[in-house]
């Protein structure tokens, strides 16, 4: 049986982050709890964070791990956190929403679209960073799980 790529675990709102090291640990962490990653795949995502920032703009990053760390992902899945106070991605880039992604194979591409789309608006962001409970996100991304 396949994990839900994006459950109720997997999202963790109004959380306070100091940087983004920690942003992405975090959200790391949360994929590896949840036995979607071994653990070096936090490791991972940091260093695809050195080679390009993964900030999207409007308040979005999504951090996710290099192109060789697909051999340390255990299952498909998605982490969802929200900083409403912001976090500093570098630049003035402020993060507010935060949506780690573990991909098996290609499926990463699939959903990454399907977050674009959602997360193109800023309006969505807000509903996101502004959301009063998991379910609220959930019903958002509907469409990746």
């Excluded at 697909?70 to 507010?96: C, H, Q, R, S, Y």
Aim: net charge negative; proline share 1%.
């Amino acid at each position: 049986m396949t994990k839900e790529i994006l459950s109720k675990d997997n999202i963790h709102l109004q959380v306070k982050l100091n940087s983004k090291e920690e942003a992405i640990r975090y959200t790391g962490k949360i994929l590896f709890e949840n036995g979607y990653v071994e653990e070096t795949y936090i490791e991972k995502m940091l260093e695809r964070e050195e080679l390009t920032s993964t900030y999207m703009g409007n308040n979005l990053a999504i951090p996710h791990g290099t192109e060789d760390a697909k051999k340390n992902v255990l299952e498909t899945g998605l982490a969802v956190v929200t900083v409403p106070d912001g976090v500093d991605f570098g630049g003035g880039n402020i993060v507010k929403v935060l949506i780690g992604i573990a991909g098996k194979g290609d499926e990463h591409l699939e959903i990454l679209s399907q977050i674009a789309i959602i997360c193109s608006e800023q309006e969505n962001i807000e509903k996101i960073v502004n959301a009063g409970s998991k379910d609220e996100i959930l019903n958002l991304f509907n469409e990746v799980n």
